[in-house]
């Protein structure tokens, strides 16, 4: 039970906003309390228009009030409403102690219907735009209490009822279900009741309107600062995407040529003749590299217009099936072996084929640069069989697999350290995909490039 107590308590105070710390201002202030001025100077017309309007048809007939008066008090009634936005809980209290003092001294202006607005309108405002929460619940509910008080005065005496309802002819008869005395009691309380907690109501769902309004405005420009974040961490991943990518071309081919070159320098001095193959070589090897290079520079450019990654006219990137290829370039002895089903490397998705390929890719590089080894060996492997569930790798490999494998029997090359740039790419594009690395030298001599990144589920169209 003091659960639900609480609950309710809680409730309760959210709805009123008491622990909000949200403010309510205008969105222009200055417009909106100008308006407030102009709608403040319209009440006042319009409740002299309707004094004058009542007086002449002997509203104030038994009153013994001047007429000055009369005017008085109903301007001075709606002027604090020309500051009901900028001051709403001070204007709501000025208005209803205007509203029970008159009604004290000279209460047929209280009765007045424009002044009857201006009563509505202050107690609206005041719980529409009260930035003080707490302090706009006390002020209402003072407001309202002083009311209500004020009705329970004027009821109090049964002689009062009795005679307002002998005025009206009642007294000797009932003409419906309900003595005339209670009926006139409780229709004016349900009038007022309707009344003054329409006006807290729909100040209140006018508050909560316009904070959710905000709440949104806030949330829109939230995603738009995150989208444009996330746009240029896509920009910044595609320049070091971008950079590997020209690493990897530019170590490829200039280590090729620098190897053409040397065979070719070797025999210029013996045999001119032998010495076209690789300058051959050289050529198609430095146009390849300056074609790549220019095309890894247009999809830069085209990232830093706003492009995307994407370009026209942009060579499409090598895969798993081009692997072969690399050793009719790497300027040694080099088998390549491909182990898997027909089709298999085909299907294997782009990304995930243009890492493997620019593994291997620097993995020659890397020997022929940097080890004494004149071979090497290139196992590509494809396999789409579900690994066991006691395989370790079960979770990272649910659907297969796809590998290269470099191997060499070299050793270091005294003098011969990179700037370690590549692995780190090949390091990169191993934990983009979630695969594994086996990088380093084997027991038996050499070195060994191992990458294996996981095959995304496949589709129908995969499926035999």
Known sequence: MPQHRASWTARLADWWGIDSGWERVPADPA??????????????????????????????????????????????????????????????????????????????????????????????????????????VLVVGAALLA?????????????????????????DEQPGLVDPGVAFTAYNLLINLAYFYGAVVAGQLMWHGARRREQLEDQAATIERQTAELQRQAVVTERLRIARELHDVVAHHVSVIGIQATAARRMLAGDPAAAAAPLATIEGESREAVAQMRGLLGTLRGVEDGGGPGGAGRAPEPGLADVPALADDAGLDVEVRVV?????????????????????????????????????????????????????????????????????????????????????????????????????????????????????????????
């Open 147 to 171: 009311m209500f008080g004020w009705l329970a005065w004027q009821f109090a005496v049964g002689a009062g009822i009795d005679g307002i309802v002998e005025q009206m002819g009642l007294a």
């Open 340 to 464: 898997a089903e027909d089709g298999a490397v085909d299907a294997v998705p782009a990304p995930v084929g243009l890492s493997l390929y620019r593994t291997a890719q620097e993995a020659l590089s890397n020997v022929r640069k940097h080890s004494t080894a004149r071979s090497a060996r290139v196992v590509v492997r494809v396999d789409r069989r579900s690994a066991q569930r006691d395989d370790p790798a079960a979770d990272r490999f649910p659907h297969g697999f796809a590998e290269v494998e470099v191997l060499d029997d070299g050793r270091p090359r005294p003098g011969s350290s990179g700037t370690g740039l590549g692995l780190v790419g090949v390091r990169e594009r191993v934990a983009t995909h979630g695969g594994i690395a086996d990088v380093g030298p084997r027991a038996t001599g050499g070195y060994r490039v191992r990458v294996r990144l996981p095959l995304p589920q496949p589709t129908s169209q995969d499926r035999p």
């Open 31 to 136: 417009r909106a309390y100008r308006h407030d001025l102009w709608l403040g100077a319209a009440f006042v017309v319009v409740s002299l228009v309707g004094a004058e309007l009542a007086r002449s048809i002997g509203y104030f007939e038994d009153e013994t009030a001047p007429v000055w008066l009369l005017y008085l008090l109903a301007a001075v009634g709606a002027a604090p409403l020309m500051w009901r936005r900028r001051f709403p809980l001070v204007v709501l209290s000025v208005v209803y102690l205007h509203f029970l003092v008159v009604g004290l001294t000279v209460p047929m202006v209280t009765i007045l219907v424009p002044l009857q607005v201006v009563y509505f309108v202050a107690l609206f405002s005041a719980v529409a735009w009260a930035r003080d929460r707490q302090a706009m």
